[in-house]
């Protein structure tokens, strides 16, 4: 299966600031995906990383918010924008593989928002 | 996607088999039940996935009763390394977009 790397693996920001996470994969893949797990919470899909256009938003996340960039098969970030501490959450980048609902997922970013 | 409901927590001892059920109800034809292990500041790890009677791997195993409305993952000789959360999840071969309910969180205790 791939491998997918994720910088940072945290960090600590401050609030009304932005930052982007990177994604990266090992391999050429169709399918990526962006989650947030909130402190304690299962996982939430915030988007479906497209490349070569934009990116497909679940109900409750917007472009402006989260930007997300594809510009090819094997990378994608997400950038969290005007951050609030309710921001805080460990965003994890996720691969599909074809033929079988069943996705690899990056190790996560930790995000703390002061 | 069919929704799925499992037990919160379950504790378990060192040694010891841990089944963990899930129940869909309304799980469709073209659906496959997919267990997916979140170890702490780790993102879930896919262990087994099904269709129907049973199916093991070298981490697990999953049954399935005939009539697919519920599920038993089952893992043998639980460690405290295996100290988690698993998650059930249902959905055909094109459904990517995975829907995570809470999940069960196993706890081993020496």
Known sequence: ?114 | LAKTTQPISMDSYEGQEVNITCSHNNIATNDYITWYQQFPSQGPRFIIQGYKTKVTNEVASLFIPADRKSSTLSLPRFSLSDTAVYYCLVGDSNDYKLSFGAGTTVTVRA
């Open chain 1, 1 to 114: 299966s791939a491998v997918i790397s994720q910088k940072p693996s945290r960090d600590i920001c401050q609030r009304g600031t932005s930052l982007t996470i990177q994604c990266q994969v090992d391999s050429q893949v169709t399918m990526m995906f962006w989650y947030r797990q909130q402190p304690g919470q299962s996982l939430t899909l915030i988007a479906t990383a497209n490349q070569g256009s934009e990116a497909t938003y679940e109900s409750g996340f917007v472009i402006d918010k989260f930007p997300i960039s594809r510009p090819n098969l094997t990378f994608s970030t997400l950038t969290v924008s005007n951050m609030s501490p309710e921001d805080s959450s460990i965003y994890l980048c996720s691969v599909g593989h074809p033929g079988a609902n069943v996705l690899t997922f990056g190790a996560g970013s930790r995000l703390t928002v002061l």
